[in-house]
DNA sequence: GGCAAAATTGACTTATACGTAAAGGTCAGA
DNA sequence: TCTGACCTTTACGTATAAGTCAATTTTGCC
């Protein structure tokens, strides 16, 4: 079980581009093997892209995607380090919570319209 | 409480730029009100705008934004364009309940996280 | 009425996250 | 050897959502 995959296999697995692994690797999100110039990824790297791919649709940037896998790489040493890294995590979980908020609150405006529109079609079935 | 808004008031209270009220106005969002040329926002407007930027930050398009405004505005007197509509509220409502769950797995990283930097806090608090 | 502060428009610039096109390398199978 | 299906790099292009700047009005206030 410990095969590879190509890139072309994880960019249909996840419905994006070549583009974007590349775009990826450029970054300094993923770093696959090679054999030759051909990229191989691991099952490791596939994990790592979809957790990638999760903290775009949440909207965290590259950048901020970066600075976690690198927690995760290298987490510091130094106290104060630690302790700046802390307050960015809590600020990027209230900012988290908010959206959360922000989503439950545009559902329900969502659920609105949709009852309207019903409401509406009922108006048009009864009279057409 | 019929006042005025002038646009700088608005900008301070959301932490927005003038740019960006005029730009959502050029897109046909808001319609303020004018006195010679200087907008004055009405507080349906200032109400607007709170829901244009929630919007935002759930990810949503200004095109995406500016059709529910239309919905409101003057929803469709005929059925097949209510049902139209009523799919794509579905899609949109579809796509927000994963981004939310997909925050509370990011969340819950973030948790992750913020525990492995009190563990290394406490190895270090030790040692020093 | 005069003047500084605030508001306006229009044009140009910017950041992010890729898309796309050109030009070609690699390898398996017929 | 040829074809087709992949893969590569480099480089420029693009959409979205504003930011910035400059040159004018306009307004509020003394």
């Keep these: 079980m410990n095969r590879f995959y190509t890139i072309t296999e994880l960019t249909r697995e996840f419905g994006i581009s070549t583009r974007t692994l590349r775009y990826y690797e450029d970054e300094g999100l993923i770093q696959p093997e090679r054999r030759g110039r051909t990229r191989l990824y691991r099952s490791a790297d596939r994990h790592l892209i979809q957790e990638i791919l999760r903290g775009r649709r949440v909207g965290l940037s590259i950048a901020e995607i970066r600075e976690i896998i690198q927690v995760y ?3 510091p040493g130094e106290a104060g380090q630690l302790r700046l890294l802390m307050r960015k ?7 988290l919570r908010q959206k959360r908020k922000d989503i439950d609150d545009t559902l329900t405006e969502l659920d609105n319209i949709e009852d309207s529109c019903l409401a509406r079609l009922a108006e048009i079935g009864v009279r057409s």
Excluded: F, G, N, T
């Excluded at 995590?89 to 900012?95: A, N, P």
């Design 73 to 75: 790489k290298d987490p």
């Design 89 to 95: 995590v809590e600020e990027k979980r209230e900012e």
